[in-house]
């Protein structure tokens, strides 16, 4: 079975300084994707970073970028320059490259102090 | 661009009265999911369709049902909703085949309340 694991239920960062995130995931699958979505209270749920399990090089996506550990299932979201507008609950999702099923972690909810 | 829609964003409902969710997109997406998302929690599962087959979690209650009467439309029926069933309904869509585009996106949710 997949799951997901967010160990920090809460952050807060200071504006424009970096937070870094952790997810680990446990699979016994070699092909899959993982992902960072952002769901800020009352939205959308929007993609923030994803990354797939064949490729070495860590995904970046402007200030948001990964630190992928394939060997260690870790699979950690850092933030730089934090901008208020990142306050939200994050969640981390993994997903099996043949499979349908969205897999989530409880979620990391961050604060972002002006 | 609207992409993933629910109707509607907030409902209100009587315990017991059966009640349908509804979902669409422009998409074109292969794959549509139905997450129920309690306050402050990861969204779980109820059920997916991939294409005309249906996918249903093991845990998910009788009480739900689901409909993709086309690939543009997919609802969520609760034939009679509990207290505990009061959460955000999510659905969502994805492309399987597809290794360039391997998310899924979200519409904004239905907030259902049952009192």
């Known amino acids: 079975a997949q799951t997901v694991t967010q160990s920090q239920p809460e952050m807060s960062v200071q504006e424009a300084e970096t937070v870094t995130l952790s997810c680990t995931y446990d699979t016994s699958e070699s092909d899959y994707y993982l992902f960072w979505y952002k769901q800020p209270p009352s939205r959308q749920m929007i993609l923030v970073i994803r990354?797939?399990?064949?490729?070495?090089q860590n995904a970046t996506e402007n200030r948001f970028s990964v630190n992928f550990q394939k060997a260690a299932k870790s699979f950690s979201l850092k933030i730089s320059d934090s901008q208020l507008g990142d306050a939200a609950m994050y969640f981390c999702a993994y997903r099996w490259e043949s499979g349908n099923q969205f897999y989530f972690g409880t979620g990391t909810s961050l604060t972002v102090i002006p | 661009d609207a992409m993933v829609i629910q109707n509607p964003r907030y409902q209100v409902t009587q315990f017991g009265k059966p009640v349908t969710l509804s979902c669409s997109q422009t998409?074109?997406?292969?794959?549509m999911y139905w997450y129920q998302q309690k306050s402050s929690q990861a969204p779980k599962l109820l059920f997916h369709?991939?294409?005309?087959?249906?996918?249903n979690e093991a845990d998910t209650p009788d009480n739900f049902q689901s409909r993709r009467p086309n690939t543009s439309f997919c609802f969520l029926d609760i034939r009679s909703p509990g207290l505990g069933d009061t959460a955000m309904y999510l659905c969502?869509?994805?492309?399987?085949?597809?290794?360039?585009?391997?998310?899924?996106?979200f519409g904004q949710g239905t907030r259902l309340t049952v009192v």
């Open positions: 369709y991939y294409d005309k087959d249906f996918n």
């Open positions: 990354q797939e399990a064949y490729k070495q």
């Open positions: 998409l074109n997406h292969n794959v």
């Open positions: 969502a869509t994805s492309r399987q085949g597809d290794r360039l585009n391997t998310e899924a996106f």
